[in-house]
């Protein structure tokens, strides 16, 4: 359970060192310069004479290791500075023991030294110096500004927790909102907050049993998501570890048991094929420093259970393997030297397909670099191997730290522009700011935080228009959609995934190319649809949950009114009678109250010349007249019933009619020809898409017309898309009175087989159509429009 203090961070010392066999500078290539008359002891008295005739007073020395870290990495650093504020601090907590006995001035020096290991800069390391001092003690903010500037009283405001006595239970959670609001302005308070969390962690063992499993889920659940956000790796991981022995002790000791029974044995796969390809690399005049990167004990633990989980050849769990303890680093000094040790590894070795991941051309969230690779070598074992600049190995171990502190002139001048490293708020954080706001109560922002964290991982979608879309692991299309903002997410309707209609439900994976279809402006100015209470099982980020529940409350769903009989023994409103005419489109001679239903097999409509035959229940089954299904019923022995178009009738639903074209096979067909019925104005209710057959394809779509005179002129927009060839209503009759064309088309060429069934259907509206479903009715294959036989 004690953890060393410098265990992840002793390796940044050697940060600034150069390539192995590298000079790092010319004198350093030359023969020593003699000393003359001077020897050291002379040297140093002269200096210290020097330091005195300043009159600038000596370093504490509690400060002295502290400075010596320092000054490695900001040579120019003000260490009056420093030692000002250490006075102040120690000071401040004169007399305050911590719970290990030790004097409370311990923890924050402790704090200090992990940033200034981490390379963090002056004024951060002040800041982290004075961070206890207003809540703990008698100082206040005005005295820290006072004496050090606002920079550095924002920071320790930042980081200062809120009083239980004021916020009672939701103390802890209001404190983690506003030290996320500070964030938001200087990332520096989130990096102080987390090397104050991983100091408190490594001396957790003297809190009490219940504290330390309370504060060790914290810090699971917030704080290293946090670190892995801001990329800082090796907090991150010593976080990580000390969480895992706290939390599961029993696993954390057998995973370092084998840890330690593989440091006792010589290692015979890492560190020989490190020796092997650091001579390839040297050969083919790649300077390179080939290392063997031990795992860390989550790590590894993660790696055996998926061993475990994994049978072997023998159909058994795989034990671990010499490989899964330690991956290869290899640290170059340019962007393309990373790509030629790509190529000499995939040369000399054999690559596994699908391990090899670009993170140079496409850095992660958290402006993390490196290529990952990982080949096999002779005897079948596998190694994994990382490759990146030394610019790129800072960054991917202190994350934001890297960057320097902020400063309103902009990222340094000499900055690497291969780098492709973003000083600026990163965009999780800007997210993640956007949705507090919107959640006042502190248990649902708690909740919020902790579920937005969750996701070890973000993935990249890129728009259709070219834009780069930040989600996190798991998020769907209406996240998607709400991200690109509230208005396109309420205006939603369908997505396009890789080039297909898919369920707004889907998941989105990383490197996914997405089209969002949103719903045309109303006629007169009206609201759009809106999105349907079934999209919070979709939604799986705090932003898009509290938009959708947002507009759910200010639109409240409207019950249909059912009514049981004249209320007051007054007579029913006539607009209810009016309303039943309307719902029947037809009358049937003879039968004036038998209630119609239109065939969806011919999908009749005005003026086409119909007929009726009696089918269960009483109903009548309106056919086009000449329809197959009809004349099948007709040879069953059913009676042919006359009926007629109401000229002021409509269906419930509206005018449906299904049309077919034939087209040659080509991209963006599907796009095309759903936009060409979107421009007259024509909602589809379902789609379906044939496999092609000799390069030609079949489209069918139920669509539902504003009007019935609207037909031939869907019809005609249709067969003016590339490629069209053919637009017609499927068994349109050889003859007969209808007045629309059953066919619209030139050669009417040759047709796939009948009853090939779609690969997939679409149910619902595509972009900018009238109407709205919801994403649940958009769905995969269904047979339920595969055969021309439908009859109703």
Known sequence: MDQRVDSPLEGLQQAGQPLAGQPTSARQTGARRPLGEFGLAALGRAGRAALLATGRQPVPDALEPLVRVHRGRHPQADLALLARAYRLAEASHRGQLRKSGEPYITHPLAVTMILAQLGA??????????????????????????????????????????????????????TFRKMLVATGDDVRVMVIKLADRLHNMRTIRHMKPASRLRIAKVTRDVLIPLAERLGIQVLKTELEDIVFATLHPEEHADTRALMAGHEAAPDTLLEPFARQLARQLAEARVAAEVTV?????????????????????????????????????????????????????HTCWTPLPGEFKDFVAAPKFNLYQSL??????????????????????????TGVVALGDPSPAGPAQDADELDRTDPARPGWLSRLLEWQQETPDPDAFWSALTADLAGDREITVVTECGETLQLRAGASCVDAAYLLGEETGHRCIGARVNGRLTALSTTLQDGDVLAVLTEGVQPGGGQPSGPSPEWLAHARTPAARLAIERWLADHPARLPVVRTGPAGGQPAPPAHRADERRAAPVEVAGRPEAPVRLARCCTPVPPDEVT?????????????????????????????LEVRWRPEGAPAAGHRVTLRAEALNRPRLLADLTAAISAVGVGIVSAEVEPPQELRVRHTYTVELPEPGALPALMRAMLKVSGVYDVSRPHAPETGGARHPGRAGGNGGDRPPPGVRPSWGIHGRSTAFSGHRSPGEIQGPSPQHSSDQRTE
Not at 329 to 340: G, P, Q, R
Request: charged share 25%.
């Open 121 to 174: 800069g002056t004024t951060t390391l002040v800041a982290s110096l004075l961070h206890d001092t207003v809540e703990d003690t008698e100082l206040t903010l005005d005295q820290v500004s006072a004496g050090f500037g606002p920079e550095v009283a924002y920071l320790v405001d930042g980081v200062t927790k809120l009083e239980k006595v004021d916020f009672g239970a939701a103390a802890e959670a209001e």
């Open 293 to 345: 990167r031990p795992r860390h004990c989550v790590s590894l633990h993660r790696v055996l259970l998926k061993r475990a989980a994994a049978p072997g050849r023998d159909g058994r769990p795989q034990g671990p393997q010499p490989a899964d303890f330690g991956r290869l680093l290899v640290v170059v000094e340019e962007n393309a030297d990373c790509y030629a040790v790509l190529g000499e590894l």
């Open 372 to 397: 990952h690779t990982a080949v096999a070598l002779e005897g079948g074992a596998v190694v994994e191997v990382l490759v990146r600049t030394r610019r790129m190995h800072e960054v991917a171990e």
């Open 612 to 640: 009726g035959y009696p089918i269960r229940g009483g109903a009548v089954a309106v056919h086009r007249a000449g329809c197959p299904a009809g004349r099948r019923l007709r040879a069953d022995g059913r009676a042919e």
